[in-house]
């Protein structure tokens, strides 16, 4: 089962998810420039959000010989910590310089991030408090970031881990891979969207005999309404949360609720003090099926708001019609919901002079749609939410 959903955002003018020269990040579709926000930063922003914060049990860092050693007491806790992940092949950071001070700076820095959980790292923290030979600790270790798994946030995105090959020994009958049960799309606009510059000056509160600004400079944004478009695997979830010392079916549907919410609620945060674009999506489409599809070819011919539609209702029409098409020709979804605020924007198209609506649902508040997809997928909301993971914030 594939709990899909699909989001029609427009924002105001941004720089949510720049590129390396500090642009808006772009790419072609259809022929011509579109806005782009990368997988990554959507996924970041709804995992570090106030929305998923109960189910963030995971920790994604370089600094893991610190988080442990803070948590023992005794000397040279952190020395030997270091020590063990180096022998469970996590090398410490390498610098150009290997001067006295930056191999004292990078020292509690291994080369990659290493994706683990706050249960993990209390249980590697017993370990070393409770002493044993470091080879015995080190083979421990392995262990435990091997096995412990089962926290939402690790379930959804999954992780890649890839020891340095000196440790292959400790990790050869170890899986270290955990399949993600999310996709997520590359945010695209609907329409074309070409970046703009934005000339800016500081001014001295206390100016001398010059009238000229204290600072000058250039910033790039772009104002785009994107389609967005993600995929649960229910099965998969569950499978990853097989560890999970409760309920792993419970904790599931929590987990597909709060990120349901986080992708209605949350923005990137690249630039937003100086852009402040925060703007919900004004249509969701959310879909119970068994074959992933996304309705990107909605937009491969781009809006455009010359019309007596405005950009956001165009985007939905052409939305719908697509959907429509695909209904026709491949069949419709085990089910479907539609949530526009107070139902703004209705996902319909017209036939034979008739409005079809799209969805059998549709539903104007997302403290109805939330529940509403829950009980479709054969939970209850009110009983879901109650689980939590024991994780804390570091």
Known sequence: MLIEIHAIQNHSPANLNRDDLGAPKTCY???????????????????ASKEFEKLLGGVRTRKLAELIADKVTGKDVKKRAENILKACGFEPKKTKKQNEEDEQENADKSKMLVYTTHETIREMAALLQNGGKDEQVAEEFCKLIAERVAVPDMALSGRMLEPDKSAKKLWEKLNTT???????????????????????????????????????????????????YFSINWEVLVENLKGFK???????????????????????????????????????????????????NAFASPVSGKGKRDLISQSVAQLGQYIYDLDTGYGKPEKRFWFSPNLRYPLSVVEDKKDIFLAENNIKSLDELIPAVIKAIGHDWEEVKKVVVDAEVV
């Not at 986080?262 to 703007?279: C, D, E, I, L, W």
Request: hydrophobic fraction near 40%.
């Open 178 to 228: 955990v399949d993600a049960a999310l996709q997520v799309a590359h945010a695209i606009s609907t329409h074309e969207a070409r970046p703009e510059v934005d000339y800016y000056v500081a001014a001295d509160d206390i100016p001398g005999d010059d009238a000229g600004a204290g600072y000058v400079n250039e910033a790039m944004f772009a104002s785009a309404c994107f389609y967005k």
């Open 246 to 296: 409760g309920d792993k079916e419970h904790l599931a549907a929590h987990t597909v609720g709060a990120f349901l919410r986080g992708a209605a609620r949350v923005n990137p945060t690249g630039k937003q003090n100086s852009f402040a674009a925060h703007n919900p999506p004004d249509g969701m489409l959310i879909e119970i099926k068994g074959a992933p599809v996304s309705y990107a």
């Open 29 to 47: 579709f259809g022929g011509v420039l579109r806005s782009r926000i990368s997988s990554q930063c959507i996924k970041r922003s709804i995992r």
